[in-house]
């Protein structure tokens, strides 16, 4: 290998993308996903959440409270809105109650950002929804929200940037984010669980995201000369 900087980032950002596009079981194995609702004009249905807590009881089952991207960040996203329900389809509807836990994940942002619902009644708008999750959500949400996937995700599909350095996160694309899958996942469950816990009380979790970004290399089998790349343009 030349050791010209420029060349060895254009050699090994090819044979890292190679080596995982060789995994063979990817996100769209293990979960359904969907997009919340793109209807024209939904905004018109939004109020805030002061606005929500506000009106009496019988107005207020006709909303459900909604998140847009710009309010999630990883592990964490914060419910500032309220939505008419009957801008949903009822596919939409079935699929957001069919299960009290989903994940979150923006459509349109310069990083991939991952949150975890624990209540179907937080809905979405142009936010790809990940449920039925088949693996342990959290470990999926750990693995999704590392330094690598993001690497993954922006060489993958360098083509499909956006204005602004924004990432387009189809549902073709992130359904072929490649998942390792392995027995024990509770490292990262408990990983997972104090950094939400701390995002809840606005407190720095970047330590413990470093040690999920390092427990995830490993898992995916990289070089040190892999890893510098990635810390090096993440």
Known sequence: ITKTKEYKVILNKTDLIVKLDNITTTLQDFTDIFCGTSKSGFRKSVITIVEYNNIDNKLKKEYVQFVETKEITKYHHSVKK?????????????????????????RMTRTIRVSKSKDSKVYVGKVNVITNCKININYLLSVLNSKLINYYYFIKNENKHLNGGYLGMDIPSINNIPIKVIKNTKPFEILVDKIMALKEQNKDTLELENKIDNMVYALYGLSDDEIALIEGNV
Do not use: C, P
Not at 83 to 106: A, P
């Open 82 to 106: 309220a939505i008419k329900k009957d801008i949903y389809s009822k596919q939409v509807d079935i699929k957001m109650q069919s299960s009290d836990e989903h994940l979150f994940l923006g």
